[in-house]
């Protein structure tokens, strides 16, 4: 699709971003690096591999430079992803960077945890004020076995630093996978209830490396939910802002409980993000077909007018839906090449 350069000009100065599906864009999704130091069975089983002509990762500078292009556009939650984003030895450095961008409201981080009992409050510090920590299960072993490192116990304890360094929101991710963490279903629910945290249950999605994975292991998203109606939980309405989750509470519950079902109808009509890779691609969409290069537009601090317009323009070829249903699931290898 084209799009004529007044109209990319005439949002651009509105300071707000949409697509052809009406739909607005308040969320950054930034990956820092595409190296990770787990093996989780369904997103890097072997371990992280250098992919052939991967050019590095975004300089501090040119992050700044992106974040402040998507900022004047009207995103105003940036979220730091990987591969393991705090692999970045620049992650601090680059997290108070972030913040600090004019209309940046809120930076939120997305971690497997190995490091965050030691620097939960530092990178609170920094200016990052939500978490995401990965927890697929609560058994040692069985989390051993999903991630390849026995750290179950030090990802808890970082939780706790987490809280006690004043994140908020906190909230737990758990890929759901039929046969490996199913039958964790009422034990995880219980955890919540005793925790004040929100926890999402992720369908497992199906990438370019995965299919196998994936074919044992889906499971709907609305197994999840049946669990909860039968417990008592009652769906909450979506926040402003809010991420892709449908979420449910309960009375006598201290958490809160979230599913991501990207299989589910519908799951594309409220999408309000866009990813930007550590090579500095936009991905209009997780199942998209590759990223659109940036990264020239990235290396002055005088091509921040062009970059806007260029953001604008092709946000503009972002389709209604990802193409999921037609068993397409686009280019991405696994969802550490592009920040999940
Ligand atoms: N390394 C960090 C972590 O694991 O939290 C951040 C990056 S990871 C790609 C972001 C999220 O994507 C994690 O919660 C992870 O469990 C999830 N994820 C990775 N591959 C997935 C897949 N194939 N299906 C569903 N979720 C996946
Ligand atoms: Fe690493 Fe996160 Fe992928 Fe696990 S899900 S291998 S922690 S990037």
Redesign the pocket.
Known sequence: MKIAPSDSSAQAASGRLTDPSGRSFEYLRL?LTDV?N?R?T???PNGYRKAAGRTPDLSPDEIVRAVTAFARLGLWKVRL?????TLRAEFTEIARRVAAVPGIRRVA?????YRLADHAAEWRAAGVSAI???I?SLDPARFAAITGHDRLDEVLRGVEAARAAGFDPIKL???LMRGVNDDELEAIIAFVRDHDLSL?F??????ND?AP??QAHHLPGQTVIDALSRAGWTRVARAPGAGPAVEFAHSDARGRIGI?A?YAQDFCATCNRLRLSAEGKLHLCLFGDGGLDLRPLLQDDAQIDELVERIVALTARKAPSHRLHDGNSGATP???S???
């Open positions: 990956s990770c787990f989780c369904y997103c890097l992803t990987g591969g393991e984003p981080m997305t971690t497997n945890g995401n920590v990965s697929d991710n758990a890929v999402r992720i369908e497992v999605m199906r990438t995965n994975f994936f991501i990207p696994h969802l550490a592009i920040g999940g």
